[in-house]
C-alpha cells in the first residue's frame, strides 16, 4: 500500500483542519491506520490509529476530544479531524499503516508511510 496524507495549511487557533491520506493498493482494508506528527526540533508524536475494520480507536491523551480518526473503506482514505487547533499543534502531520494486531501507537511496528503534510497554526 502507499500513502498520500493531504490537506495540510495554514489557519489560527482555535480553527478546525481535517487531513486526508488516500491509499493505493487492494490491501488497504487490512491494515489498520495511524497519524504522528512532527513538530519542529521535537520527536516525532503519536496521535490516533483506528483498527483495519474501523471498530476501535485510541488516541494520545495530548488530542483526546480535539481530534478525530476515521476512515472510508470505499475511498481508501483515513482522515484526521482536528478541531480547537492550537499553536503547539503546528507540525508535519504523517499517516503509517500497521499490518500488525490490534492498534498500536509505537511508530516502529508502522509498515508504510505517507509523506507529511504541513499543518501551521498561528496565534
Known amino acids: 500500500v502507499q500513502l498520500q496524507a493531504s490537506g495540510g495549511g495554514l489557519v489560527q487557533a482555535g480553527d478546525s483542519l481535517r487531513l486526508s491520506c488516500a491509499a493505493s493498493?487492494?490491501?488497504?482494508?487490512?491494515?489498520?491506520m495511524a497519524w504522528f506528527r512532527r513538530a519542529p526540533g521535537k520527536d516525532l508524536e503519536f496521535l490516533a490509529a483506528?483498527?483495519?475494520?474501523?471498530?476501535?480507536?485510541y488516541y494520545a491523551d495530548s488530542v483526546k476530544g480535539r481530534f478525530t480518526i476515521s476512515r472510508d473503506a470505499a475511498k481508501n482514505t483515513v482522515y484526521l479531524q482536528m478541531n480547537s487547533l492550537k499553536t503547539e499543534d503546528t507540525a508535519v502531520y504523517y499517516c503509517?499503516?500497521?499490518?500488525?494486531?490490534?492498534?498500536?501507537?509505537?511508530?516502529?511496528?508502522?509498515?508504510?508511510w505517507g509523506k507529511g503534510t504541513l499543518v501551521t497554526v498561528s496565534s
Open positions: 503509517a499503516a500497521d499490518s500488525g494486531y490490534g492498534c498500536s501507537p509505537d511508530s516502529r511496528r508502522m509498515d508504510r
Open positions: 493498493g487492494r490491501t488497504f482494508s487490512t491494515y489498520n
Open positions: 483506528i483498527s483495519w475494520s474501523g471498530g476501535t480507536t
